[in-house]
């Protein structure tokens, strides 16, 4: 299927001239904050792979292409500088949503739209298991599912483990006034490991979640749209579902769809990344199985 | 028979001499006592196997010098001894009287020789004759200036067991001599004051030509000549500067350079050998060999822009005989450059190529090959093929790959004129026109090459850093001090010169990219494990890139002057090595210091922290990667049927095509 085809079979069916209302599933600024983290994330991956496998003939290649290892470097700085600014917009919107929307940490926390893990995300990974293994039905999934909320902590680790670890390696001079020069070369061990593991996690599992599931395939642009198609939504996540529609409000997270000029830009975009993603993972496994030393 | 009945008279004898010379004691010995018995021209003995006979000519004995002495003088063991007497007789001891001939006699070559018991060594009456030694003037004497050369060719002469048997340079020592100038005066002309044997070699000082006490030896030779041709610089002036006999004579050709010992003839020079006579012929351009038809056309104008302008053709070309019609027909052998460039001789003998003509080898080069012929230049000459820009092109006239040397060479080096080319030494004679800069025969020297396994050729790994350090002195120095050169002994590994980092004909300048990148390879060869773990750290990894900014081998270590640790004045010791981050990190501390530059996590001995914190990480990576991995393989078969029943439902695979 090209992307085209899939274009027109987003389109909802004419219905009287009006475009069929979508589905809000995510913020402007937490697709914002998605678009600018991919970027970052991107660049990180290229520019600190090239010296993890700098043994390999195309890390050599890839590093000129880049500038040379001295932009590199200031690119994989500056990309982790935006890196953290998206977490700091990020930890801002949520103090400014507990504000507005919930009055208290507790509220936000504790709600029924939390991403932190609770019990009912230990009933629907066990009910997924039986779900795969054709044992029960397919978990009534909410807002977020376990893995969608592993998901989101797995980059709250990386940043404060990558990050602390990265700004040791940025400031070597200053972090040695403190602790044992060792102390950088096991910084250097963390912050490459951590990045391959996130590099390969997000790169793999995490697209497969959202692009490779068949029922996906080849892309789910929600992230990027922030909107899903009413049917899609209830499929997907019945119980968020159900709940809106009970409460009655569900009216007031249904909007227009973008026209189809947007979604061929978005998916150019994704397409882009996916391409890009994918390309360092063969390249880590050609490093690894072919060119280990 | 003979002898009892000598014996007999002998008794007779000693009876009379008993009653006659009583007076003076019975032991008294005349003279006529002896020759009582030895006047008996058939007195003789058995010696050995040989009949020796023991007659002493009275009449001659009473002509010598020694007539007035009485034969117990020189017998002296008979001395008081009852006649007649036993045998053998001990050797006469000349010394007794000659002391100074005898001492100088017994230093020569001749002493040494019977002092080591040699059976061929000349004595003195070997020389001189026993009991006829007559006065030297008397021209009968064995020892007359004009019997010498005889005296002497006895032994130095084409087949005796002297010239065959014992080391003598020389040959048809005899027959030079009597052709020489010298000869032909005292033989055919009877001239007694001419040159003998002994003019030049001392009657008894004779001693090798390497002996600095020598007569012939180098140093020595025109003091040996000019006892007789005193004055001789004059005539020489037009060849050597007056002044350099007083002040340089060491500079000077020998005597014997020119005029060859045992052959000198005047010819040389003022006997009609002028260069005219040469070039009446040879001037012709047309004129050409009869055998081959070469052409030996001479260009007069080439010799006079030459290096040897002063030197005659006859003085290169030695055997023409001026009583020819044609002097030059007598040659028979080709120009032989080492009768003056004698030392430059001696070294291209013992070179590759020298050692190769003396086989014989067509492809061998000889000296006209590399500095021409009648248009030889100096070194200093830039039209001279020996001028330091034009010596790549001429040793590429061989070494130049396909060409005669190259494809008998077997050793690794290849291409090694082009590379010269390109390396820094080639740009920088070629390009910037250096002439101090290194060319082929600054580091193969020009007459002594040889290849490298030879330990006296200049690029044998145990010569190559004296011969880089001819010019790059400062690293020489620093380079002896160091680890590299302090550990010989003590390690049975090969240690590194020169060329084993900076290649030998690829040398490039130390600060380009490529060389920075190659380096440390070149410290790998040798230091394997550390070079990767090097590899392994920031420094190594953007190095391996193609980027020469970070810290490399030399960067921490040194260069030349590289020390082990332990040394105070190693960069890395306990005093410097904060300063050495310092070059790239400003801020360094002590602490910063600690910094693993070559660190492993493979170790767990020896680097703990890095080989948990390796494994922790690795333990988590692979642990997440199984449980997401396991997950989603897991799904996919749910997944797959659902997108097959939103295609059935609907016709499309996704959920929302049915709203």
């Given at each position: 299927m090209t992307p085209d085809e899939a274009v027109h079979r987003m389109e909802p069916p004419a219905q009287s001239g009006q475009p069929e209302k979508q589905y809000l599933r995510f913020s402007r600024l937490n697709r914002i904050l998605h678009v600018v983290m991919i970027v970052s994330f991107m660049s990180l991956a290229l520019t600190g792979m090239t010296l993890k496998f700098s043994y390999t003939a195309w890390a050599a290649i890839l590093s000129r292409l880049l500038g040379g290892y001295e932009t590199a470097g200031y690119i994989h700085r500056m990309a982790a500088v935006l890196m953290v600014t998206i977490f700091i917009l990020h930890i801002n919107d949520l103090a400014r949503r507990k504000r507005r929307e919930y009055g208290s940490w507790k509220a936000l926390l504790t709600g029924?739209?939390?991403?932190l893990p609770t019990k009912r995300d230990l009933k629907e990974f066990v009910g997924s298991l039986r779900w795969f293994l054709g044992m029960g039905p397919r978990p009534r999934y909410g807002r977020w599912t376990y893995w969608e909320k592993f998901d989101y902590f797995a980059v709250f680790w990386g940043i404060c483990v990558i990050g602390s670890t990265g700004l040791m390696l940025w400031f070597p001079e200053f972090f040695t006034l403190l602790l044992p020069g060792w102390t950088i070369n096991v910084a250097t061990i963390i912050h490459s490991d951590e990045a391959l593991l996130a590099v390969g996690f997000i790169f793999t599992v995490h697209f497969f979640n959202t692009h490779l599931r068949p029922e996906k395939f080849p892309m789910d642009i929600v992230v990027f749209s922030g909107r899903m198609p009413v049917g899609e939504f209830r499929e997907d996540k019945p119980a968020e579902y159900e709940a809106l529609v009970n409460a009655g409000t569900l009216d007031e997270h249904l909007v227009d769809p973008y026209p189809p000029i947007v979604i061929r830009t978005i998916r150019a975009f994704a397409w882009t990344a996916l391409a890009l993603g994918f390309s360092i993972v063969v390249w880590i496994i050609y490093a690894m199985l072919f060119a280990y030393r | 028979m003979r002898l009892t009945s000598s014996i007999a008279r002998g008794w007779l004898l000693l009876a009379s001499v008993g009653l006659s010379g009583g007076l003076r004691g019975a032991a008294a010995q005349e003279n006529p006592d002896c020759l009582a018995c030895h006047g008996d021209r058939s007195l003789s003995m058995k010696r050995g196997g040989k009949t020796v006979p023991l007659f002493v000519d009275e009449k001659k004995f009473g002509a010598s010098i020694h007539a007035s002495l009485s034969c117990v003088g020189c017998h002296a063991d008979l001395q008081g001894k009852e006649l007649p007497h036993g045998s053998p007789l001990a050797k006469v001891d000349c010394g007794s009287c000659h002391t100074q001939q005898q001492k100088e006699h017994a230093e020569s070559l001749h002493g040494r020789a019977i002092a080591r018991g040699d059976e061929l060594a000349p004595r003195c009456p070997d020389c001189h004759g026993d009991h006829d030694i007559l006065p030297v003037k008397n021209p009968r004497s064995a020892v007359a200036p004009q019997r010498i050369p005889w005296v002497c060719g006895k032994c130095h002469q084409e087949g005796t067991p002297v010239q065959r048997q014992r080391v003598i340079h020389e040959d048809h020592i005899l027959t030079n001599y009597s052709e020489s100038i010298h000869g032909e005066a005292l033989l055919k002309k009877g001239l007694t004051v001419a040159a003998t044997c002994v003019s030049c070699h001392t009657a008894h000082t004779i001693l090798r030509h390497t002996d600095p006490r020598s007569s012939i030896n180098r140093k020595n030779i025109a003091a040996t000549c000019t006892k007789?041709?005193?004055?001789?610089e004059a005539v020489h002036r037009k060849i050597i500067r007056g002044e350099l006999w007083e002040k340089q004579a060491n500079s000077l050709p020998a005597c014997v350079d020119c005029h060859q010992p045992h052959k000198a003839r005047r010819v040389f020079y003022d006997q009609g050998m002028a260069d005219a006579d040469c070039m009446k012929c040879h001037g012709d351009p047309g004129v050409r060999a009869s055998k081959g038809g070469r052409t030996l056309f001479v260009n007069l104008e080439e010799i006079r822009g030459s290096?040897?302008?002063?030197?005659?053709c006859s003085q290169c070309h030695s055997e023409v005989n001026a009583s020819r019609v044609r002097p030059c027909e007598t040659i028979t052998k080709k120009v032989d450059c080492t009768s003056c460039h004698a030392d430059i001789g001696a070294l291209y003998q013992k070179s590759t190529h020298g050692m190769l003509v003396a086989k014989s080898d067509p492809n061998a080069p000889v000296c006209n090959e590399c500095h021409g012929t009648h248009g030889v230049l100096g070194k200093r000459d830039p039209a001279s093929p020996t001028f330091p820009t034009n010596i790549p092109d001429l040793c590429a006239r061989c070494h130049r790959e396909g060409r005669k040397a190259a494809v008998r060479y077997t050793g690794t080096e290849h291409d090694i004129i082009e590379r010269y080319q390109e390396s820094i030494h080639g740009k920088g004679l070629l390009k910037s026109g250096l002439t101090v800069t290194a060319t082929c025969t600054d580091c193969h020297t020009a007459h002594s090459v040889l290849p490298i396994s030879s330990p006296e050729s200049s690029v044998n790994p145990k010569n190559v850093p004296a011969t880089c350090g001819r010019c790059h002195h400062g690293i020489e120095e620093m380079f002896n001090a160091s680890v590299h050169v302090t550990q010989a002994g003590k390690t049975d590994k090969r240690l590194p010169v020169c060329n084993d980092c900076h290649s030998a004909h690829t040398i490039r300048r130390a600060d380009t990219e490529g060389f920075k990148l190659t380096i440390m390879a070149q410290c790998g060869k040798c230091h394997e494990e550390i070079s990767k773990t090097y590899f392994d750290t920031y420094h190594g990894k953007v190095s391996q890139l193609g980027y020469t900014k970070t810290a490399k081998c030399?960067?921490?270590?040194?260069?030349?002057?590289?020390?082990?640790?332990?040394?105070?004045?190693?960069?890395?010791?306990r005093e410097n090595v904060v300063a050495t981050c310092q070059k790239c990190h400003p801020g360094a501390t002590r602490r910063f210091a600690g910094y693993l530059t070559h660190a492993t996590h493979h170790d767990p001995q020896k680097y703990p922290f890095l080989f948990y914190t390796f494994w922790g990480m690795t333990g988590l990576l692979i642990g997440t990667f199984v449980v997401g991995g396991l997950h989603t393989i897991l799904w996919l078969p749910r997944a797959i049927q659902m997108r097959r029943r939103f295609r059935r439902k609907n016709g499309t695979s996704r959920p929302g095509g049915e709203a």
């Open positions: 029924p739209d939390t991403m | 007789c041709h005193s004055q001789i290096r040897h302008v002063r030197t005659a030399y960067d921490c270590h040194g260069a030349h002057d590289i020390r082990a640790i332990g040394d105070p004045k190693s960069h890395l010791s």
